[in-house]
């Protein structure tokens, strides 16, 4: 995994097979080895960059949780290709990556020819559409978080978050080793969180991105990720939303070769 100093961090990203470059960003909490089930489908046909956002996977922690914003995380995506030496790109961005990926994208035009998102976490969308009985959901689970934190601990607020968002039980299904390592992330996702709130890509700001888009959403999403994703793709000019039947909101992780599927038809055009 090639890694290199931004800013005083360590940032880290894979880069793996040849040909035209796709780009993937990693869902909150998770990193770029989420799309290792994708792979082996994607390196066949293209140059594929997995960054780790700032606080996951191999990159630093960013040195202030109150402070990250997705800009800060659309500007580490530029300096990975930079790095990596990338002029264009297709890209793929699920959840937290979604926002990152619409913040790169508008501050880049040009850059990414052709996209797929995947349930963005955009929050203020809900706000400015007034779905306030869908947006108290998803502050259930966010702001709940960030309370449980405070009360209860770690432990206990990572248990309430990922069965909330997972299913109930997901978190006593996991190893100890995948416990410990939400658990290190855990003022990571504390920034992450604050990042999402802190997000203002309002509906006209998507309009003006005419690029092909892919929006995918999940048969068994969440009130909130659901309706964020059918506003997206209500509001790009160039998008199509497509249902995926039985899977829900990781489903890159738990349908790869599906999801895979439909990333490759849309690339292809």
Request: hydrophobic letters at 40%; one cysteine or more.
């Amino acid at each position: 995994m090639p890694g290199f100093q931004l800013n005083g961090a360590t940032v880290n990203y894979g880069d793996e097979g040849a040909g035209d470059v796709l780009v993937l960003l990693h869902a909150a909490g998770s990193s770029g080895a989420q799309w290792r089930g994708m792979l082996p489908h994607l390196t066949a046909t293209y140059r594929v960059i997995t960054p780790d956002l700032y606080g996951h996977g191999r990159t630093d922690l960013w040195p202030d949780p109150d402070t990250l914003t997705h800009e800060d995380q659309a500007a580490l995506l530029r300096a990975v290709l930079a790095e990596a030496g990338v002029e264009s790109c297709d890209m793929v961005g699920h959840s937290y990556g979604g926002a990152t990926a619409l913040r790169y994208i508008l501050q880049n035009p040009g850059v990414v020819k052709r996209f797929v998102i995947i349930e963005p976490m955009l929050l203020n969308l809900l706000v400015d559409a007034g779905e306030d009985a869908v947006l108290a959901d998803l502050y259930k689970m966010s702001k709940g978080f960030l309370s449980s934190v405070e009360t209860h601990g770690p432990e206990y607020a990572w248990k309430e978050f990922l069965d909330f968002r997972n299913g109930p039980g997901s978190w006593d299904g996991y190893s100890d080793r995948t416990r410990n390592n939400f658990l290190q992330r855990t003022q990571g996702h504390i920034a992450n969180l604050k990042a999402n709130m802190k997000n203002q890509t309002p509906a006209s700001e998507l309009a003006t991105i005419t690029i092909p888009t892919l929006a995918i959403k999940s048969e068994q999403a969440t009130s909130f990720d659901g309706r964020m994703v059918e506003i997206v793709a209500e509001s790009m000019p160039n998008c199509e939303l497509i249902t995926v039947p039985d899977t829900g909101h990781m489903l890159p992780l738990t349908h790869p070769d599906l999801v895979a599927g439909f990333v490759l038809k849309h690339l292809a055009g």
